[in-house]
């Protein structure tokens, strides 16, 4: 795509030369993370997990159509495994295939108004002991993410916080707005008041310096 002799952008380049190329953030943060995990032990377990989580549903349609099954009786978002891997699934597959029987009819008979949210900590919590395979599966599947929408989203927040004029922008303050944005609160919740009096006594500011200004909220309280 981006390769400088035959490339798409090379060779657009040989029309127009002009014309500039950009990588995809996406991309290019994926290509980070796993150079970075290269040397962090917990992040390859992590990597490890949910190929096998993936690898245990994408080489199986049977797994998949109960898979399927299970997220319709949960009213849950849908999935498509569609990951192949040669890694060990982190679950007994025999135990967990002889355990869908039961747990399906636990749910019908029990929790069918549950979320799948109130599932997952009730099985952990009530039935761990009687159906041990499928609690580890649905605490597993409950922090990974099966759509790529949210990060899509995230970096269109990003976006609209990091523009030129606020480039130098540190990462940890990125971080914080990036998660008041995404997580609330709304505006119409937001303490404006005790934000500003933390930014006045937290060091000394010359902006804050004498008297309010005609222009500074403190004035219309």
Known sequence: MTGRENGVVARFKR???????????????????????????????????VGSIYGYFSNSSSRQARLKEMHVILDTDDVQPAVRSGWEPIVDTDTCS?????????????????SFQELVKIMATQHAGFLPETTKLLAA?????MRTVPCGRGFSIQNRIKTKGSAGIKAENLDVLLRICIEGPPNEQFDFYRALETFRVEKHR?????PCKEWCPCRQR
């Open 141 to 145: 599947i409950s922090v990974i993410p």
């Open 98 to 114: 002889a355990e869908w029987s039961p747990f399906k009819e636990l749910v019908h008979a029990n929790y069918s108004n549950n």
């Open 15 to 49: 029309e127009n030369p002009a014309i500039g190329g950009t990588h995809c953030a996406a991309h290019k943060l994926n290509l980070y993370a796993q150079q970075a995990a290269v040397a962090i032990p917990s992040l390859q377990r992590y990597q490890r997990t």
């Open 206 to 210: 010359r902006i804050c310096q004498g």
